[in-house]
Structures are given as structure tokens and as C-alpha cells.
């Protein structure tokens, strides 16, 4: 089995948060610093020094509390670690789970510190535990919370707990409560709570952070160690399903944990990254809101857990998708709130200075209103997939599917934003086309494999028509490559979807030409671009780095052309670019060395769990659950 272990990269200026942090500066701590947490309706990110740098709770998309990550520590976060700066830390995840165990090691002894959000209990908790395992260390606490993003201070005092309590800290604002408990409680100094002090070998320290809604009464304390060993017991078992057996198996697995963490459990939404504004380029305006539930990202999240050996998460999205697409076809979005909600209003929070001074911070994305033709496209894919693992359509799931299909009939040839979010001109984008053929396609597959209703006889009319025209229109014959989109000679990484979705065969000599054509285009330092910001397709100022997912598509592309050895060779190179728990943000800085983008990003670990198994079919491994829809 082939493994590939990854690395931590630091940017330059990277400081580390001690003791108490300093508060001129906006956040420099490099985005592969930082390991996520989560309960499957929210999560944090903590940066190897120990710091919290940001929470939304209870859910995804709820105003953060510590929002450190996007300006200063003064912004809200939660520190505890070494008060000596010359710490060496080591980090990982405790087995098949994200209960996050980091060990630093200081001049006069080793601590643990282990930080997780319980998992199956039906609250909102973070727990960190502090463990001294050799000597003595100096430990440094400070608990800042700043509501609204940063930027309401909270009333904040010492109260008599719940009755099995001793004292503890409550935080209001408004609706909002957080409830502090510790086996030592950190004091107040001028808006902020700190302690300092010497733990020594064999002794521990806990503290948990509970939040609830600030009109209820107290909720009881946590049993602390049966709910790390709960947690560690529901995500081992969870893993234990997957039935991939092939390269790359420990990413694989620790993906498909991503996924799992980026899954709200309790409603069903799947979002894209528990983060917004993280820059795709450094200083710039590419700063996007990715906390919400993309119809695309969440599809091809199900793909890869399909491809995988789950089914239980499908039933679970496709109820909410039919929740959230009720009523009239036309008014089907892109995008929604992890409840289904419609309103995703996009604002900038001018109080916030952003990820090293990368402006402006936004919440809420405006792409909800964007019109993306493709969307559909891979919806229909994720449910024929299901379709094929077993999972039966309801009356209503299937009625719903048939009414946006006939409703593409009508407008299918309209020109859109296309899936990147263009928000430049209006174009006839070879993506969107291609994924309007797989919208017919897995319609008609429905009626002919799975015997429900439907108008087949005009899907396979339309399949017909928009495949002919993509390979009249959508083809450059000059340069032997499909084209962005229907008005330029350029190329876009989407295209190596083409053979993934069964358009094409991967070895068909318009498909190899296409390969060619972006490699020339897009490669930058072994990686690829999304397409070249140059031309003002986007209608944004400013460059952005190589984006990950195309890349791992890339490593598709090599796989279904028989290009093996290309694929192992690229796929090697982006393993290597996992931090050391095995993550990856949207993008990647070749020349810093350093992740860009939203983060953890559930575009780049999707695609690696699809790479993953589309080289695995390549090299002869056995594929219990193979990927839908390629040509074979």
C-alpha cells in the first residue's frame, strides 16, 4: 500500500501566539498551521501554538465568536499552551477521528493538550484537556470572546453553575450564551481572561466551552472522558465502512473524515469549508464566504462517498435537497443555507482587517443569485449514483428531479456564470453544456434502469442535441482541445471532467488534446490553474494560486487515459501538500510554499478521494463501489 506522508509549510513572518498574543498586527499564522474540529454542525480551527482562532456555533454559518483568524487576537480566539516560545509541538489526530492530540515539548518538560468537539450529544461543546507528561511547563490561558464576528463584547461574569458546578464564566450578547468551565477558572483583565501557570508531570487540567441559546437554564457539565472516548468510538466505527482498498488509503480515510465533519448530521446540508475570506490571493479581494451548502460541492461530495461505501449520508442530503428546492423549478439556486435557507446576502465586515490584510472580509456570498447551468448536472449524477447503490427514490425526490430536468429543456442553452462564479459577462461556458448532457443522461438512465416516469423521449432528443453541439462548439480543431467556453480559443481545468462524467472516453483523441492544451495553459510549478485570470473572463482584479481540485482531476484525467505513471507522479505531489493531520485548503502557493483559500476545503478532499479511486481501477485494484459514469 502506497502512503505518502505530508508536511507543515511556514510562511514567512509566521509568530507564534505567546503569551497572550499580540494585537497590532492582523493573523500571519500560515493556514496549514491550523487543524480542524468539529461536531458535525459546526466547527473550529486551532493553530498549532493552541490558539482557537475561529468558531461559529452552533451552526456552520452562525456569526463567529472567535474570529482571531480574520484580524487580531483581540477579535475573539482561545489560547492555551507553552508559555515558552521555543516550544517544539508535534500534532495529530487520535486514530480514525478528529479528536486533536498536540504535544508540545519546552526546555523543561512535555505537555499534551487535547482539544475536540464531542460528537452525538446534541449540543455544542468544545473540550480542551491539559496533560503533563514529563518535567514541568508553563502554561499561558486567555479566553477572549467577542460575538458578531469580533465585534460585540459580551457581558461577561462569574456565576454559580448548574448544582452539580463549581463557579463558572458566562459570556451573553443578546441570544448568545457561552458557559466556561474549568478546574481552574482563568481571571478577568480588561476584557479578557488569563492565567498563568506550572503544570507537573502526572497532573491535568480540563476546561470545555459550552454555548446555548442565553434564555435557557444551565446545561449540566460534560463527563469529559467518556465523551472523548465516545467521540473517538462513534468516528472509528464510522471509518470502518469505507470499502477502499487501494493507493493513498490513510488520505483516503482521513478525507472522507473531512467530509463527514463538513456534514450537518442534524439537517442534512453539506458545506463547502467552515470558513470565509481566506484568500486565494494573498493582500487581494478574492475573499469568499464558503459556509454555505453548494448543490454542486455537496453532489460531488456524495460521489465521493458513494464511491466509498456510504449511503446513509445520500438519504440524509437528498431529503434536505428536496427540502430546499420545493416550489417552482425556475426558482431552484445554487447555493443554500445549511437549513435550506434562501437568504445569503453578501456584506463586508469593515472592522475586521482580514487574513493578512486581505480585504475585504466577506459574509454571505452573492453568487446565490448567479445563474450555473451545470449545477444540475452533477445533482442528477450523485442520485444515479444512489440509485445504483440501492437507495430508492421517494415519490416526491423523484417528481422533483423530473420537474427541474423538463424545466432544463427550456433553458438549457442560455448562457451562465459557469462553475467558477464568473462574475464577468455571461458566457456559453463547455463545462456547463457538457453537464447539461449529464443531467439528460442520468434522467433517461432513471426511466431505462430504474423504471420510473418521466419524458424520456425529449431527454434523449436533448442528450443528442447538446452533445452534438458541445463537440461542434465546444471543440478548438485548430488546437485538437475543447475551449472554455464558445467564444475563445482558451481552456479551463473544468474540462477534464469530461471523460470523469462519461461525456467522453479518457483515451478519445479530443479528450488527450484537451489534457495537452491545459497542461501548456495552466500548469504552474507541477499544479494546476482553474484557468488564466489574465484574459478578465472573472471580472476581478488580481492573480489567484493553482486550485487543488484541479489538480486531483488532473490526476483522473492520467488515470482514465492509462497515463498511470503521471497520475502516481502528480498524485505523490499533492499528498505531499497535506499538512501533517491531512489537510488541504481550496489553494496552493508554489511560490511561498504555503496554502491559500478557504480551509479545509471540501473541493480539494472530495477530488482526492475520487483520484484516489479512479487511479486505483487503473492500477488493477478491485472496485467494490466503482465511480458512475466513465467509459470503460
Known amino acids: 500500500m502506497r502512503e505518502v506522508t505530508g508536511r507543515a509549510c511556514y510562511a514567512p513572518g509566521h509568530r507564534r501566539a505567546y503569551p497572550f498574543g499580540v494585537i497590532d498586527q492582523t493573523n500571519r499564522t500560515p493556514i496549514e498551521d491550523y487543524a480542524v474540529i468539529g461536531d458535525t454542525e459546526t466547527a473550529a480551527l486551532v493553530s498549532k501554538d493552541g490558539s482557537l482562532d475561529w468558531l461559529c456555533i452552533p451552526r456552520f454559518d452562525s456569526p463567529a465568536c472567535f474570529s482571531a483568524l480574520l484580524g487580531t487576537p483581540e477579535n475573539g480566539r482561545w489560547f492555551l499552551g507553552p508559555c515558552e516560545p521555543a516550544a517544539t509541538t508535534t500534532r495529530t489526530y487520535r486514530g480514525n477521528s478528529s479528536v486533536l492530540e498536540t504535544t508540545h515539548t519546552t526546555d523543561t518538560g512535555v505537555v499534551k493538550v487535547t482539544d475536540l468537539m464531542p460528537l452525538g450529544d446534541n449540543r455544542a ?35 454559580q453553575g448548574h448544582e452539580r458546578d463549581q463557579e463558572v464564566i458566562v459570556a451573553i450578547a443578546g441570544p448568545d450564551m457561552l458557559l466556561f468551565r474549568g478546574t481552574r477558572l482563568p481571571h478577568a483583565e480588561d476584557g479578557h481572561h488569563r492565567d498563568e501557570w506550572t503544570i507537573k508531570a502526572g497532573e491535568r487540567e480540563q476546561f470545555s466551552l459550552t454555548w446555548f441559546a442565553s434564555w435557557k437554564p444551565i446545561p449540566p457539565p460534560l463527563n469529559i472522558p467518556g465523551r472523548i472516548e465516545d467521540t473517538v468510538s462513534q468516528s472509528e466505527e464510522w471509518a470502518s465502512h469505507c470499502h477502499y482498498r487501494g493507493p493513498y488509503e490513510a488520505q483516503v480515510v482521513r478525507s472522507l473524515l473531512v467530509l463527514r465533519l463538513l456534514t450537518d448530521t442534524r439537517r442534512g446540508g453539506i458545506v463547502a469549508a467552515p470558513t470565509t475570506s481566506l484568500p486565494e490571493d494573498f493582500g487581494g479581494e478574492r475573499n469568499w464566504d464558503y459556509r454555505y451548502c453548494w448543490l454542486r460541492d455537496a453532489s460531488l ?22 427540502r430546499a428546492l420545493a416550489g417552482d423549478p425556475q426558482d431552484m439556486q445554487i447555493m443554500y443555507a445549511v437549513d435550506g435557507g434562501r437568504e445569503l446576502p453578501e456584506r463586508e465586515l469593515d472592522h475586521l482587517p482580514g487574513y493578512a490584510d486581505s480585504r475585504p472580509v466577506r459574509v454571505g456570498n452573492g453568487a446565490v443569485n448567479q445563474k450555473q447551468t451545470d449545477v444540475l448536472g452533477e445533482v442528477m449524477i450523485a442520485l444515479e449514483m444512489a440509485r445504483q447503490r440501492g437507495l430508492p427514490e421517494t415519490e416526491q425526490s423523484w417528481a422533483v428531479q423530473r420537474a427541474l430536468v423538463d ?66 462548439r465546444g471543440f478548438d480543431p485548430e488546437r485538437g482541445s475543447f475551449r472554455q467556453h464558445y467564444d475563445t480559443s482558451e481552456v479551463d481545468a473544468s474540462l477534464l471532467t469530461i471523460p470523469i462524467v462519461g461525456f467522453l472516453p ?40 493553482p486550485f487543488l481540485a484541479c489538480s486531483f482531476w488532473l490526476v483522473s484525467a492520467y488515470a482514465l487515459a492509462g497515463e498511470v505513471d503521471k497520475a502516481t507522479a502528480l498524485m505523490d505531489r499533492l499528498i505531499g501538500l497535506c499538512n501533517e493531520v491531512g489537510l488541504l485548503s481550496e489553494e496552493y502557493d508554489t511560490h511561498q510554499d504555503r496554502m491559500a483559500g478557504n480551509y479545509p476545503q471540501a473541493f480539494s478532499h472530495l477530488t482526492l478521494v475520487t483520484a484516489a479511486v479512479h487511479l486505483a481501477e487503473a492500477e488493477g485494484f478491485a472496485a467494490p463501489v466503482p465511480l458512475e459514469g466513465v467509459h470503460r
Open 301 to 322: 461530495t456524495l460521489e465521493a462517498l458513494l464511491a466509498t461505501g456510504y449511503t446513509t449520508e445520500t438519504k440524509l442530503w437528498r431529503d434536505w435537497l428536496v
Open 506 to 545: 479518457g483515451d478519445d483523441p479530443r479528450v488527450l488534446g484537451t489534457i495537452a492544451a491545459i497542461e501548456e495553459d495552466l500548469m504552474r510549478d507541477g499544479l494546476l490553474l482553474r484557468y488564466r485570470t489574465q484574459t478578465g473572463v472573472d471580472g476581478l482584479s488580481g492573480d489567484e494560486h
Open 125 to 159: 461543546d468544545i473540550v480542551r484537556v491539559v496533560e503533563c507528561l514529563e518535567g514541568e511547563v508553563r502554561m499561558c490561558h486567555e479566553w477572549v470572546v467577542r460575538f458578531g464576528y469580533g465585534k460585540v463584547r459580551p457581558w461577561v461574569q462569574h456565576h
Open 407 to 472: 424545466s432544463l429543456v427550456s433553458h438549457w442553452d442560455q448562457p451562465d456564470n459557469g462553475l467558477w462564479e464568473i462574475r464577468g459577462p455571461l458566457r456559453h461556458f463547455t463545462h456547463s453544456r457538457v453537464m447539461v448532457w449529464a443531467a439528460f443522461d442520468r434522467a433517461i438512465k432513471a426511466v431505462e434502469d430504474h423504471g420510473y416516469e418521466g419524458d424520456v423521449d425529449t431527454w434523449r432528443d436533448m442528450r443528442d442535441k447538446v452533445h452534438a453541439e458541445v463537440l461542434d
